[in-house]
């Protein structure tokens, strides 16, 4: 019984002396700041030190943190990439410092897997099918959609992106008309879909727009009212991500459906870093975190479950 009780002391002792260094993209949507609030929640839980630094969604930005947290001698690294490309480099030096990296919510593109030790994300091209395919029956196969785009060259976007092309490729009337980048932001959401609109006929050609996140489609839906169309009847709604915002849209009958994106990638995280250091439990490449779609029918529901924690 001691030594289990040891190990068990241990192990606690061990949670309470890591220090980890989080290089956050930045708060450009609802879903990224409950991201951060929930990674705090959830470091305080294990009694593990998290020093977050925000990037303001700038790749140079997290670098720079990145090479703090080195210099700083940080016990392991999270880093929610902004964009999938030009980490190599930083990542060898956080592992010629046998600093582990956990990489949260998106990943990267490299030729060498052992830069980090897993990545904690949902399915993003199943999350873009999903998107798809909802809108594929909903619409009998027959659709002219608007595209809003996430981050160019980040993971979610590309994926996101190929998930509902592939989903709609077996429907011969199913087309996206124009496709744009609004950066994950209700204000570039917005002013895209605006720019759509105009292009369209004021709207009147587009019959539903897919916004690889809930805050540019809350923007969108605002440009759709403004155009004095009826968002989720005139213009259908598909997006991901699953904040309160859009459950209270769809319960107001302005948006049709979401896909859920849990913001708790830290829990996830922070334990395959706590067994890592402590018996040296090497995690599987992806710990994957689950997405499902949700329709009006439990808006209400959802978004009272939800709101407290955004
Ligand atoms: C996806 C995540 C995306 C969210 C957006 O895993 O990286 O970033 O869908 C956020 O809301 O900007």
């Not at 943190?65 to 490309?85: E, K």
């Not at 204000?187 to 895209?192: I, Q, S």
């Given at each position: ?128 099918k999903?998107a798809g395919e909802w809108l594929a029956e909903k619409t009998a196969g027959k659709c002219a959609i ?18 509902f092309d592939e989903a709609i490729a077996v429907h011969a009337e199913m087309k996206i008309i ?29 019959c539903a727009?897919y ?27 598909i ?72």
């Open positions: 019984a001691a030594t289990a009780l040891s190990a068990v002391a241990l192990s606690a002792a061990h949670a309470e002396d890591l220090t980890i260094g989080f290089s956050q993209i930045g708060s450009e949507s609802g879903w990224r700041a409950a991201e951060t609030k929930v990674s705090k929640i959830e470091a305080d839980k294990r009694g593990i030190d998290l020093k977050i630094a925000d990037a303001q969604q700038k790749q140079e930005n997290q670098i720079k943190a990145i090479r703090s947290f080195i210099a700083q001698g940080v016990d392991a690294i999270f880093l929610a990439p902004v964009v999938a490309t030009g980490w190599d480099a930083v990542l060898a030096e956080a592992k010629e410092a046998e600093i582990p990296v956990v990489l949260l919510d998106r990943t990267i593109d490299t030729p060498d897997e052992s830069l980090y030790l897993t990545a904690v994300t949902s399915d993003t091209v199943y999350e873009g999903v608007v595209e809003l785009q996430g981050t160019v060259g980040s993971s979610p976007a590309i994926n996101r992106k190929k998930g124009r496709t744009q980048s609004g950066d994950f932001t209700r204000a570039k959401g917005k002013e895209v879909m605006e720019s759509f609109l105009k292009a369209e006929n004021g709207g009147k050609n587009i727009v916004a690889h996140n809930d805050d540019m489609m809350i923007g969108a839906i605002q440009a759709i009212k403004e155009a004095g169309l009826k968002p989720g009847s005139d213009i259908l709604t997006s991901i991500d699953a904040v309160p915002d859009i459950f209270k849209a769809m319960a107001d009958g302005e948006a049709n459906a979401t896909v859920e994106l849990t913001p708790n990638m830290a829990g996830p995280a922070l334990d395959a870093i706590i067994a890592y250091k402590k018996d040296g439990t090497v995690p599987p490449k992806w710990i994957q975190t689950e997405s499902r779609l949700y329709l009006p029918d439990t808006a209400a529901a959802e978004y009272d479950a939800r709101k407290d924690l955004y």
